[in-house]
């Protein structure tokens, strides 16, 4: 994260105190955090955070206003960030975020839709036979925040999905999956934060919270990703995977019964 003049706020006086700054200032360029404090960016709000770095802290609640509201930058520190109505069949909320620079969706955090009834329109069909990372790719459905590839640090996979009220939103649903004809494992499928298909943003999608292997040896389940960096297998995976070369390489991820994962360069 870029190191730059900030100001740190904590709590709803604070925050007045802290806005009053930024508005004399007209043009922000510092980092703006939030800690157990509320945040309309809508209007007025918005224009002072054009060039300002927004870092969404634990207790921090940030609302974007109706249409789209353009920061800097972002990143989540534990807070949550609220859009409005999810619209049946629609590929974006009534309110979105666009940042210019980087979105910081390594850290922890939550997005939040106004109501769960609204997320469960969200389509939920799944081909199991696909590569677990396109099917964390292709079911990437609704946007909420809009950045360019370059932009995007992370793939989302910290952040939790909840209501209006902060409580999570959950619908899973256990499907097989299928390789090669063979049934090589189960899966909880459920509804996920991510950096979408193309890396360039925060998305709701559909996909493998949770698996249960059912084969082993030559039938064991198998990610095989194309030709991609290292640096955009899911942080989940990441942890345990062994990258065997950090650059531009294609390379199979097998998961085991014993839950460990390993990495083998295939060609590079």
Known sequence: ?????????????????????????????????????????????????????????????????????????????????????????????????????????NGNGAVRASTPTDVNAIPQAINSSFSLLKQDDSNATLKLVDASSRAVKGNGGNSQLQDASGQVISSGKQRNIVQQGKNVAKGIYDYRVTSGPHNDGLYIGNAATQLDFLASGVDVLVLDAAWMPVSQVPER???????????????RIMITQELQLSAVVISS
Do not use: H
């Open 237 to 251: 995976w990441l942890s345990t995977v062994r990258k065997e070369k950090p650059f531009l390489c294609r390379i």
């Open 1 to 105: 994260m870029p190191t730059t003049s900030g100001i740190i706020c904590s709590g709803a006086r604070q925050l007045q105190k802290c806005y009053g700054q930024i508005r004399i200032t007209q043009e922000f360029t510092g980092t703006l955090g939030l800690s157990d404090a509320l945040l309309d960016s809508s209007d007025d709000n918005t224009t002072a955070l054009t060039s300002a770095l927004v870092l969404a802290g634990v207790g921090s609640v940030i609302t974007a206003g109706t249409g789209t509201q353009v920061i800097n930058e972002f990143s989540f520190d534990g807070g949550a960030v609220s859009f409005d109505a999810v619209t049946p069949g629609a590929q974006q909320t009534e309110s979105q975020i666009q940042v210019i620079d980087n979105l910081y969706i």
